[in-house]
């Protein structure tokens, strides 16, 4: 069957835009297709710096012919409604009336011929083209049409034949060209396997998953010769692989005079500035050589190419050690008191200000945090924003916190302090390291609650998806704090402690901890936590200990599990409903004791008995935190409740007896009501 190949040729487009044009491309010409009825088996889209390259794979020659009946207005409606549906149906339709049992209506049988996707497909590509969302886009010259950069060329072939595509004042051809350096003569193309094989014969490597293969495959062929090894950095292999179209690994040289400065700086200036792979020797300590990867081959093997990169980054190296030795010659104390000049929000001071209350804030909750020392925990405090003022950290900002520790080990502080400065932003994110020394433990909380607190009660929370001040974040956070140190930390206490910090205002700890209760689910949904269980202890109200309550959670989940947990979910779930409709009807509760004088029969004297015996002990097992110990007791229930059920009519005839059977029922829903709200249980 035919084949549509598209290739967009322009200027080069950012690597952080490449794989998300390529799907968009490829969404808005399949939806452009199917919505014309054009089927198709297959499409693939590849990116280049330069190309966007579509290719659809088992499209028809034309559209399939159309034969249906349509029913139109009523043989008696207005003259305007039936001229309506005429003008609606193709030319030389023939229309009757027939009746139906809602009466006369018009009927029409459409016979329409499909028409060939030859004369269908450019408006649908151009279509494509209009609508494509670059994250920013731009014209050029006098036309009004948008595009990434300025667009070159339009390939637009369609069973091996070329397309009237129009677009940006570009008009399509069969024809595109190779690499802009190496290959930049015209090519014609006749299909996709063509146009593949012409690439790469024109040094243009299509695939960016290729490419990132040559250049993992060459680096490590190349460092082994060099005796090193590269560093892992996937991010850093895209988008270099969205740098080039033919790419050509070769290493160079650091300097030695640059070794001293801190690991993390080289990598940083390498990485950010220049697109350079690090290395590491045999240990994993940072080894003197860089990756760099060209766009094209040269005559000397590359070594002019190593050696104006090697100036260049000698240039950059020189500016951090320029920084790195600057810094160090005053205290990393000495740089806190400009705090006061950076806003941390205009509603809620500097960041001066901010240090004052995490440092006030860390101090109590190191009463919390078993083995951390409350001098230590704030002298980190006080130091952790300090290296924003440095000027390391004003050219490489990603290393705050970073050179706040090696300042602060430089001038004599401890390791706990330092590594608390390093770890108090952590973690960022689900996959990233969360700390567990006492001392960044302590002070990472305090940086986060107050933010999420400062937040709250300014009224600045996320909302849709919008969060600029990445509170979800934040409280994802403390989360992780809380539950991989399995800390005792009561949230509420913690944010009434943060709130007075920040002086009188309205109290924010309820809501936020509703706040919470969300970013908890999603946190355990992922790790296939069902968030119903969540609920239903949450629900019993102001639970704020999150590892008692995970606790609680699985111990939940493990006995909900069992047919005991199961049979008796269905019960509560019967005695819940019984008692919501007849307490509705009566306008009464019926939570109140059973007379055991009223137990008539042994099923409800032996329920009322298991009762009896078993509320205490779930009450002081759930005191004790002893949640399985507690599901074990109600599993003791299943028997005499379902004999209850099984043997007892609640809604007796005798009116004193159907109340106090009632009641019964009340103490079923009472006993499960301690351990969790069961009626948020789901399925």
Not at 250 to 266: K, R
Not at 665 to 673: D, K, P, V
């Amino acid at each position: 069957m035919p084949e549509l190949l598209l290739e967009l040729l322009s200027e080069e487009i950012p690597a952080r835009m490449q794989a998300r044009a390529a799907d968009d491309l490829k969404r808005l010409v399949g939806e452009g297709l199917k919505a014309a009825g054009l089927t198709f088996t297959n499409a693939q889209t590849f990116v280049t710096p330069r190309r966007l390259t579509l290719v659809v794979y088992g499209l028809p020659a034309k559209q399939a012919d159309i034969s249906e009946e349509r029913r139109g207005p009523r043989a008696d409606a207005p003259e305007q409604a039936k001229q309506g549906f005429m003008k609606s149906l193709p030319k030389d339709t023939e229309i009757e009336q027939r009746d139906t049992e809602k009466g006369t209506f018009l009927f029409a049988k459409v016979e329409q011929a499909g028409e060939k996707s030859r004369l269908i497909l450019p408006k649908i590509i151009q279509t494509a083209m209009q609508n494509l969302p670059w994250p920013k886009s731009m014209r050029w010259g006098t036309g009004k049409a948008r595009w990434v950069r300025p667009l070159h060329s339009i390939l637009a072939v369609f069973d091996q034949e070329g397309l009237p595509v129009q677009f940006a004042g570009v008009e399509a051809g069969v024809t595109t060209r190779g690499h802009a350096f190496m290959a930049p003569g015209t090519i014609e193309v006749a299909d996709f396997a063509d146009y593949e094989k012409s690439m790469k014969a024109a040094k243009v490597i299509i695939d960016p998953a290729v490419r990132k293969e040559i250049i993992a495959a060459d680096a490590a062929k190349m460092c082994k010769g060099a005796g090193v090894v590269m560093k892992d950095d996937p991010a850093l292999l895209d988008e270099v692989a969205g740098l080039v179209e033919w790419p050509v690994v070769l290493i160079g040289e650091i300097d030695a005079e640059f070794m001293d400065v801190p690991p993390e700086v080289l990598i940083t200036s390498m990485r950010k500035h220049q697109k350079y792979f690090a290395t590491e020797d045999a240990k994993g300590n940072l080894a003197p050589k860089f990756i760099v990867v060209a766009n094209r081959e040269t005559t000397d093997g590359g070594r002019q190419v190593v050696a104006g990169n090697e100036r260049v980054l000698r240039a950059r190296l020189a500016d951090a050690k320029f920084f790195w030795d600057l810094d160090r010659k005053t205290p990393l104390s000495s740089k806190a008191p400009q705090l006061k000049e950076r806003v941390f929000h205009a509603k809620l001071g500097t960041l001066d200000e901010k240090v004052d209350r995490m440092q006030a804030l860390a101090a109590e909750l190191s009463e919390k945090v078993p083995g951390a020392d409350r001098d230590k925990v704030r002298s980190a405090a006080r130091l952790a924003k300090a290296d924003l003022s440095t000027g390391m950290v004003g050219e490489f900002p990603d290393l705050q916190g970073i050179m706040g520790a090696y300042y602060a080990r430089h001038d004599g502080e401890s390791d706990a302090v330092a590594t608390a400065i390093a770890e108090h932003y952590s973690p960022l994110g689900p996959s990233d390291a969360c700390p567990s020394k006492p001392e960044s433990v302590c002070v990472s909380l305090a940086d986060k609650i107050d933010s999420l607190v400062g937040f709250w009660s300014i009224d600045e929370k996320p909302t849709g998806s919008k969060d600029p001040y990445a509170l979800r974040r934040a409280a994802l956070g403390v989360i992780r704090l809380v539950i991989e140190n399995k800390l005792r930390l009561p949230l509420l206490e913690a944010f009434a402690q943060s709130q007075g910090l920040y002086g009188k205002g309205e109290a924010v700890g309820p809501d936020l901890l509703s706040f919470f209760a969300d970013r908890l689910k999603v946190h355990l949904r992922e790790q296939g936590v069902k968030h119903d269980h969540i609920d239903a202890v949450f629900a019993l109200g102001n639970e704020d200990d999150l590892v008692r309550l995970l606790a609680r959670v699985e111990a939940l989940a493990a006995f909900l599990g069992t047919d005991d947990g199961g049979n008796l979910l269905t019960a509560y779930r019967r005695a819940a409903n019984i008692l919501k409709i007849e307490e509705k009807k009566d306008g009464v509760s019926y939570a109140a004791q059973p007379d055991d004088t009223m137990l008539v029969d042994d099923a409800e004297r032996d329920l009322f008995s298991a009762l009896e015996e078993a509320m205490p002990v779930i009450a002081g097992k759930v005191a004790a935190e002893d949640f399985t110990a507690a599901m074990t007791a109600l599993a003791g229930l299943r028997a005499p409740v379902d004999a209850f059920f099984d043997k007892v009519t609640v809604n007796a005839d005798d009116a004193k007896l159907r109340e106090n059977r009632l009641k019964l029922l009340s103490m079923i829903r009472t006993a499960l009501e301690g351990v969790a709200d069961f009626s948020r249980i789901e399925g």
